[in-house]
């Protein structure tokens, strides 16, 4: 529910009038999935870099070695892709697509101008974001599946030669993809002020959600249907 939190002034004395209003937006076990799902793509992301071209071969002194990171690098695409199924099975229900999405993407020049009074009102999450989870959630199967194709330490027989260098075609093209992707989904959390609170604290504030997100902020406060008034951070 919406909560309202105490004022560093008037700490002691209960809630103050003039503090401002606090929304749960996640769960603890919500941002420890998140965070242990963003750190293993930002390794995995220095990880096959390094392996990548020759000129970004000195990174893998940050893993032991050549021979390190190439080990250590699926590993921690299993991380990633059980970590982002954490996610997508806590919040695919949010991401589906539903009709003011189409209105608020058609708008996009208002949304970056700023303009919140042409934009509908929008739930938990806006259209761009809906775009990120999915492209996500594609990217993360196609590089483990292509990922496991060119595992040579454990599936090396299973695969022809051919098979594996149509793989690693598709694994580079997928984490280039993944990488541009993963920016968009930073940069946006950040220019967006308040959103980083989100994941970092659990909570933003009132004025962030009735800005951002008024059709969540009303489903939590009403109660109405779609929502789930006693549970309201995911
Ligand atoms: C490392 C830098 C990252 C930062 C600073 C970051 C920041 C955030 C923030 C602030 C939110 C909350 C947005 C909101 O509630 O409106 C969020 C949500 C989310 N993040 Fe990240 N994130 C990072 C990396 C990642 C990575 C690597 C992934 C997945 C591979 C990811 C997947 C998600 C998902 C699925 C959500 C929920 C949004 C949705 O379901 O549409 N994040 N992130």
Not at 136 to 142: A, F, G, K, P, Y
Request: a positive charge; charged letters at 15%.
């Amino acid at each position: 529910m919406a909560t309202t939190e105490r004022s560093e002034i008037g700490a002691g004395d209960g809630v103050h009038p003039g503090d401002p209003v606090i929304v749960d937006r996640y769960t603890t076990a919500a941002r420890i999935n998140h965070w242990i799902t963003a750190t293993s793509l930002v390794l995995l992301a220095i990880s096959g870099l390094a392996l990548f071209h020759p000129s970004l071969f000195f990174l893998t002194g940050l893993f032991g070695g050549g021979t390190a990171t190439r080990a250590i690098h699926p590993w921690i695409g299993v991380i990633l892709f059980f970590g982002f199924l954490g996610l997508f099975f806590r919040f695919w229900k949010l991401n589906l697509w539903k009709r003011e999405d189409g209105t608020w993407l058609a708008r996009l020049r208002d949304v970056l101008a700023a303009h919140d009074d042409k934009l509908p009102e929008v739930g938990k999450y806006n259209a761009g974001q809906k775009m990120v989870f999915w492209l996500m959630s594609v990217l993360i199967v196609t590089l483990i599946s292509s990922g496991i194709v060119i595992w040579n330490e454990y599936f090396g027989t299973y695969f022809s030669v051919e098979q594996k260098r149509v793989a690693v075609l598709i694994h580079a093209i997928a984490a280039i993809v993944m990488i541009c992707v993963w920016i968009v989904h930073v940069y946006a959390a950040i220019w967006v002020r308040g959103t980083i609170g989100a994941m970092t604290r659990g909570q933003v504030t009132g004025g962030w959600a009735w800005r951002h997100h008024r059709k969540w902020l009303r489903e939590l406060v009403t109660g109405k249907p779609g929502d789930r008034p006693h549970a309201p951070a995911e």
